[in-house]
């Protein structure tokens, strides 16, 4: 069964910068294009940022240039890298297949919450 772990979440001041990181079972972050997503309450989950098998990486134009994604595919984990955070940013993220989203991978997803 195909699990993802995210974690990483915080409470953090406006810009300031966190990490998060999803660990996926067995091969599944080497052999698939992957992504990052935020949900609300009240609104419908959107992508952040995804990055390809080969590497190939695209952000949402809210958090370009603020959050990188990168992925190690010896720890099958993939991280996201966020600075200059705002407090739209705030949402819980998750982890997921990209471009289709498989509604059985999702995991508990992570708290991010950016408040002064």
């Known amino acids: 069964q195909v699990q993802f772990v995210e974690s990483g979440g915080g409470l953090v001041q406006p810009g300031g910068s966190l990490r998060l990181s999803c660990a996926g079972s067995?091969?599944?972050?080497?052999?698939?294009?992957l992504a990052w997503y935020r949900q609300t309450p009240g609104k419908q989950r959107e992508l952040v940022a995804g990055?390809?098998?080969?590497?190939?990486?695209n952000y949402a134009d809210s958090v370009k240039g603020r959050f990188t994604i990168s992925r190690d595919n010896a720890k099958n984990t993939v991280y996201l890298q966020m600075n200059s955070l705002k407090p739209e940013d705030s949402a819980v993220y998750y982890c997921?297949?990209?471009?289709?989203?498989?509604?059985?991978?999702w995991g508990q997803g992570t708290q991010v919450t950016v408040s002064s």
């Open positions: 990055i390809s098998s080969g590497g190939s990486t």
């Open positions: 997921n297949l990209q471009p289709s989203p498989r509604s059985d991978y």
């Open positions: 067995g091969s599944i972050v080497s052999i698939y294009n």
